[in-house]
């Protein structure tokens, strides 16, 4: 598997994945991709092809706090760190998971045609 080739390079040195079962091998290989690519941008695509965006993307967002800045976030972090409130979202499945496609574009697309 690839993945193992990832997680067998020198300066990672993970055990390899011997799963094969689909089922069980999905969620083992959402985390490595969440886990490996973190910060490259990715992420937010990879929930959208998965189609768990809505699954995901919800409840309280949180930040990192920094020294002499103001926190502006009007609730305070239930597990005790000093992480600042940003926001709440609720992504709604079909509905934010989806992006408008322009008339123009359609009308030139043969595909959506009647």
Not at 46 to 55: A, K, P, Q, S, T
Not at 62 to 90: C, E, H, I, L, M
Not at 102 to 108: A, L, N, T, V, Y
């Amino acid at each position: 598997m690839t993945i193992n080739k990832v997680r067998g390079r020198q300066s990672v040195q993970m055990p390899p994945i011997t799963e094969t079962d689909r089922d069980a091998l999905r969620p083992i290989l959402r985390k490595e991709r969440r886990i490996e690519l973190a910060l490259e941008g990715i992420r937010y695509w990879d929930l959208l092809r998965w189609e768990i965006l809505g699954d995901v993307m919800k409840g309280d967002f949180w930040g990192a706090s920094f020294t002499d800045a103001k926190n502006t976030g009007s609730k305070v972090d239930p597990t005790g760190n000093k992480r600042w409130w940003v926001d709440t979202k609720n992504f709604r499945k079909g509905q934010d998971e989806v992006w408008p496609i322009p008339q123009s574009e359609q009308d030139i697309n043969p595909n959506l045609r009647d």
